[in-house]
């Protein structure tokens, strides 16, 4: 998102997020996160300009956070020129999407601070060990994907069947498959079991040439497969 305007660099805006289970404790991780920014705040001569609370929010995702949406919103717009966060599991505790964090903060010219480990975009030190944990990142990325591959590989040589079962009645697929051989094109038999209010995989009300082409290319590649 492009910036509408250009913070003094002394503005800052706060993030602040506990779990359902931290939240349990009177509210003291908040309060502890808050002393803790306020404290660097008043040491630097940061002007907080904004505080965003998630109460009861996982770590282990960036998203379903609106506090976290509208702080990096006020970064992004101008609004401040630095993110600060406590602790670097407050903002996620994947450092894969922690260090998608980080090359969205340098892309669009906005500081990021994690207080605990030090992180500081506008430092050397700082954007070196930001530059070691996406490297980091990229190595969980590739060891992740090869371990899904692996995986992959092993169930299908043991003959598992890959992918999403089938959720239709047989008498539907063939109904389908009988309908194409006889000549029908895929138009009007999805016009044939809309007429005859025939559910979808999903439980859906309405057929489309799409959806029946599907199946019949299914149920062709499992011909073949046998």
């Known amino acids: 998102m492009p910036k509408t305007k250009t913070a003094p660099q002394n503005t800052a805006v706060a993030y602040l997020r506990v779990s359902t289970e931290e939240q349990a404790e009177s509210g003291a991780g908040i309060a502890a996160q808050r002393a803790a920014i306020e404290a660097e705040a008043a040491r630097r001569g940061w002007v907080i300009v904004g505080w965003h609370t998630d109460a009861g929010a996982s770590g282990k995702s960036m998203t379903k956070r609106p506090a976290l949406?509208?702080?990096?919103?006020?970064?992004?717009?101008?609004?401040?020129?630095?993110?600060?966060?406590?602790?670097?599991?407050?903002?996620?505790?994947?450092?894969?999407?922690?260090?998608?964090?980080?090359?969205?903060?340098?892309?669009?010219?906005?500081?990021?601070?994690?207080?605990?480990?030090?992180?500081?975009?506008?430092?050397?030190?700082?954007?070196?060990?930001?530059?070691?944990?996406?490297?980091?990142?990229?190595?969980?990325?590739?060891?992740i994907g090869q371990r899904t591959r692996e995986g992959l590989a092993a169930k299908k040589a043991a003959g598992v069947r890959l992918g999403r079962p089938a959720s239709l009645p047989t008498e539907v697929r063939s109904r389908i498959v009988k309908a194409h051989r006889e000549g029908a094109n895929?138009?009007?038999?999805?016009?044939?079991?809309?007429?005859?209010?025939?559910?979808?995989?999903?439980?859906?009300?309405?057929?489309?040439?799409?959806t029946v082409k599907a199946v019949v290319n299914s149920q062709e590649a499992e011909s073949v497969g046998q």
């Open 186 to 210: 895929y138009s009007a038999i999805a016009r044939s079991l809309n007429a005859d209010r025939v559910p979808t995989a999903q439980g859906g009300k309405q057929w489309y040439p799409a």
């Open 69 to 143: 949406a509208d702080a990096l919103e006020a970064v992004e717009g101008g609004e401040a020129a630095t993110l600060v966060v406590a602790k670097l599991d407050r903002l996620s505790r994947s450092l894969v999407d922690f260090a998608a964090l980080m090359e969205r903060a340098r892309g669009n010219g906005w500081n990021l601070v994690a207080l605990d480990l030090g992180i500081d975009l506008s430092t050397p030190a700082g954007e070196f060990l930001a530059s070691v944990m996406a490297s980091a990142a990229q190595w969980e990325r590739r060891i």
